[in-house]
Structure formats: structure tokens, C-alpha cells
Nanobody
């Protein structure tokens, strides 16, 4: 069972530029995509950014132009570079690994890392 470990969250001032990391515990086959989701208090979990195995990326409209997702296959790690943070970016950020086989698929999730944007 692959485990995902996030790091890089914390208290950040508005306009700050932290970087989140997510490391997978082992090399995983049949990966379709990896990404970041977030969940703010009282809201549903939402997609923030996603990167496929052929490096196609997808971003939520609210973070386009501010956040960048990337990956390092040699380290089984993905990153989320967040720039120009706003208070509304405050949420728990979850790493996601989506694995797809011919007849089924499954999601793996990290434990989440809190990002709080406040002065």
C-alpha cells in the first residue's frame, strides 16, 4: 500500500510563496495522475492542481497563474509551488495519487497539511 507524505504547510503571510511537497513511499505502476486537493472549513474538497504521467497539467481557475504543480519521478515526489497567497487559500491541502488499471481504479491520499494565510 503506497503512502503519501506531505510537507511544507504552515502559517504564511498574504502574498507569500511556500512550496508543498508530496513523497510517495514506493514506486507505483499504472499511475494516471497525481495532484493536490484542498478543503477549507465548511467546504467540500476541491481539486487545486493535477499532473498526468505525460505531464499534462490542470488547475482550478482560482489558482491559475499563481500555483504551479511539478514532479520529480526520481524521487517519487510532486510539488506545489504557491505564489501570491490569499486568505481564501487557507485550507488543508491533500496529496492525491490516482492509479488506473483496465477494469478498476483507486485513489490514494496523504494525511493533509494545513496552510493558513494570515497576517
Amino acid at each position: 500500500q503506497v503512502q503519501l507524505v506531505e510537507s511544507g504547510g504552515g502559517l504564511v503571510q498574504p502574498g507569500g510563496s511556500p512550496r508543498l511537497s508530496c513523497a510517495a513511499s514506493q514506486t507505483t505502476f499504472n499511475i494516471d495522475s497525481m495532484g493536490w486537493f484542498r478543503q477549507a472549513p465548511g467546504k467540500e474538497r476541491e481539486l487545486v492542481a493535477q499532473i498526468t504521467t505525460n505531464d499534462r497539467t490542470n488547475y482550478a481557475d482560482s489558482v491559475k497563474g499563481r500555483f504551479t504543480i511539478s514532479r520529480d519521478n526520481s524521487r517519487n515526489t510532486i510539488y506545489l509551488q504557491m505564489n501570491s497567497l490569499r486568505p481564501e487559500d487557507t485550507a488543508v491541502y491533500y496529496c492525491n495519487l490516482y492509479v488506473k488499471w483496465p477494469l478498476t481504479s483507486t485513489d490514494f491520499w496523504g494525511q493533509g497539511t494545513q496552510v493558513t494565510v494570515s497576517s
